[in-house]
Nanobody, 125 residues
Framework: QVQLVESGGGLVQAGGSLRLSCAAS????????MGWFRQAPGKEREFVAA????????YYEDSVKGRFTISRDNAKNTVYLQMNSLKLEDTAVYYC??????????????????WGQGTQVTVSS
C-alpha cells in the first residue's frame, strides 16, 4: 500500500516555473515507477511524465518535453516535477501516481495502482 500526497501547485504567470512534489508513504517506494498526470476541466486525465524506479529512465508527453523534468529521491520517498516555461494550456489539476514494477512507457491511467489527491496548477496570462 502506498499513499501519495502532492504539493507545490499554485498560480503562476505564463513563462514562469513551479516545482511539484509528491511524498509517498511505505518502504517499497523504490519498487514503483512514478508518474505525473493532469486533468483540465472538461477533459480526460492525461499522461505527463514518468520515471523508473532507479531514476535512470524518464518518459514525457510530447507537449512538455524540454519544459518539464521529472526526478525522484528514493531516500526521501519523493518524486518531483519541475515545470518551466509554463503555458496557459498547462492549467490543470496535477496528480502523482505509482505503478508497482511497471514501465515508464505506460501512458494509461489504468496502469497505475495508487493516486494522490491532486494539486491545482493555474497559469495566467
Amino acid at each position: 500500500q502506498v499513499q501519495l500526497v502532492e504539493s507545490g501547485g499554485g498560480l503562476v504567470q505564463a513563462g514562469g516555473s513551479l516545482r511539484l512534489s509528491c511524498a509517498a508513504s511505505g518502504r517499497t517506494f523504490s519498487s514503483y515507477v512514478m508518474g505525473w498526470f493532469r486533468q483540465a476541466p472538461g477533459k480526460e486525465r492525461e499522461f505527463v511524465a514518468a520515471i523508473s524506479w532507479s531514476g535512470g529512465s524518464t518518459y514525457y508527453e510530447d507537449s512538455v518535453k524540454g519544459r518539464f523534468t521529472i526526478s525522484r529521491d528514493n531516500a526521501k520517498n519523493t518524486v518531483y516535477l519541475q515545470m518551466n516555461s509554463l503555458k496557459l494550456e498547462d492549467t490543470a489539476v496535477y496528480y502523482c501516481a505509482a505503478d508497482f514494477r511497471g514501465s515508464v512507457y505506460y501512458r494509461a491511467a489504468y496502469e497505475y495502482d495508487y493516486w494522490g489527491q491532486g494539486t491545482q496548477v493555474t497559469v495566467s496570462s
